[in-house]
């Protein structure tokens, strides 16, 4: 058996509320991941009836209305995550077009953020020469980690891949965008992930906890993590939702007059007492 360590995952989110508002949230893990669910809480202040579904993604959804008011929307959980890295692709080949599954082809069309076909003549100009495969895809991790500065509050919910290689700068959310643009203007087919990302084994982050986004990468005849933004291989990811970008998987969509006051992430091991 896989060894494994026990990470506590959560968020909560305060949110001023002028008229009923409905919410969607997607903060709650998915079960097809490598990380196994050991025990869940979620809550709201003040008590709602909430429904639960799993979009066109399979991503869990929870849907309710919110009152007018202060609310308060908290998830809490205990995860299993394998004591290991990313699994490695090096030397995995990619696919021709024709040989991609058919229901994965949309993934390498462009998106709401991801605008391969804007950035095609790039995308070939940098990675044209480079191998086909993970070779290609590591070599774009690289470019995008090296060209483009992170920095919290860089970017905006109108913000695409082509906003942030203008500005060079941008989220973990902006530096995937374009890497998987890149990926997708040359046929790679390339989904957005994210989720929570415990510091394990990893130098101590003194900022602020938040979600992570990173992508999968169809090669060979599977889905490979590559994670821009980190540029490595980690240990303890706790997958949320997969999409084609941003748009597909927003941790908490407001359908009405609701004004976010406050978010808070968490991703710690939990150690033996």
Known sequence: MRQTINVRVGCE???DVSAPTPVTAQ????SDSSHQ?????????PPLPVDEYNDIYGNPVKRFVMPAGSVTLRY???CAVPDEADPDPTGVAQDPVEHVPGDLLHFTLPSRYCLSDQLMGMAWELFGQ???GAARV???CDWVHDNIRFKYGTSNPMTTAADVLRDRIGVCRDLTHVAISFCRAMNIPTRYVFGYLPDLYVPFNPDPMDFAAWMEVWLGDRWWTFDPRNNERRVGRVLIGRGRDALDVAMITTFGPAAFQSMTVWADEVKDS
């Open 13 to 15: 989110f305060t949110y």
């Open 27 to 30: 903060v709650r893990p998915r």
């Open 37 to 45: 669910l050991v025990t869940e809480t979620w809550s709201t202040m």
């Open 76 to 78: 809490d959980a205990i």
């Open 130 to 132: 480079t191998p086909p």
């Open 138 to 140: 590591q070599a774009i």
